[in-house]
């Protein structure tokens, strides 16, 4: 694999998303500032903006001279975590590029107040999680270096009533999904560790509105989408558990202000993308099924200025990446 590519196009449509949506879509693409900014190879990325500045998290795979065997192996080069942003006229380094040693996976950014948060799961630790935010021109941990009791998977981080908040598939809940919150110095579990029924993937958060909702794939019901709100004391499910049709991957959350939405890929619609809203208590298709060419996979739902966009790996399209919208009751690229 080659250093990072495709990365400008994914901060453009993940993140950022100003495309005009009147009576058409903009039909040109640009490059924010060049292709290949990162010095290695680059994994795990996670994107956000904050006041219109683009921040990027990776896994960064970049080996020094004289480093063997070759770093596709993992023997160097391991993919410590880098954090850039785009500074006007330049992508630059927050702090220290690969600002803890050892391998890390399942990144997850979050910008509060101007100030990054990045999550991971740290292999040299048991792949537990840790939490780091750069604060006085320095990366610390926030809290302990792990903040898990076991391996954590499929980690997302958000601020929830102004408090970091992470949500992960929890190896030693027997794969159920655990949230944990940082508050008065230190980690603890929103409700019970293990929120879900059952085994879950893909599990990614949403605050909105003074509340949390936590969308996954749910093992004990056929592999179904649900989604679960914390009410402040316990989780309670959003409309029916498991109510997309049939069996999904790469569940995704995102909102109007008003109304939920819930991307994913739809096994039943050979792993096109579906989109789903809750709107007046019940679960119900935006648009047409599928809608996308192929499979689409590493789907990421974004709803800004009203209207959904999905970002998405487009197998028809020799894995490139493809961005759809949903404008006029219809999606198009």
Known sequence: MKSIKGLLFIILSISLLQLSCGSKLNTEWKLLNKQGISQGMAWSISATSYQGTPYIAFKDKFAPKGCKPNPAVMHCGLGQPTVIKYNGTAWEVIGK?????????????????????????????????????????????????????????????????????????????KYKATVLQFKNKRWTPLGKP???????????????????????????????ASVMKFNNKKWEYVGKPGFSKGEVDFTTISSDGTNLFVAYADITQKNKATVMIYKNNKWSTLGKKGFTGADANRIVLKVHNNIPYVAYKDIKHKDKLSVMAYVKEKWRY
């Open 194 to 224: 293990g929120v879900s029924k059952s085994r879950t993937v893909y599990t990614n958060l949403l605050s909105l509105k003074g509340i949390l909702y936590l969308v996954y794939k749910d093992i004990a019901l056929k592999g179904k």
């Open 97 to 173: 590029p690969r600002f803890i040693a050892g391998q890390t996976s399942f990144l997850s950014l979050a910008i509060h107040k101007g100030i990054p948060y990045v999550a991971f799961s740290v292999r040299s630790n048991d792949n537990k999680a840790s939490v780091y935010h750069y604060k006085n021109k320095k990366w610390s941990p926030l809290g302990p270096k792990s903040i898990t009791q076991g391996a954590a998977i499929n980690l997302s981080l958000t601020f929830h009533n102004d408090k970091p908040t992470l949500a992960f598939v929890d190896i030693k809940e």
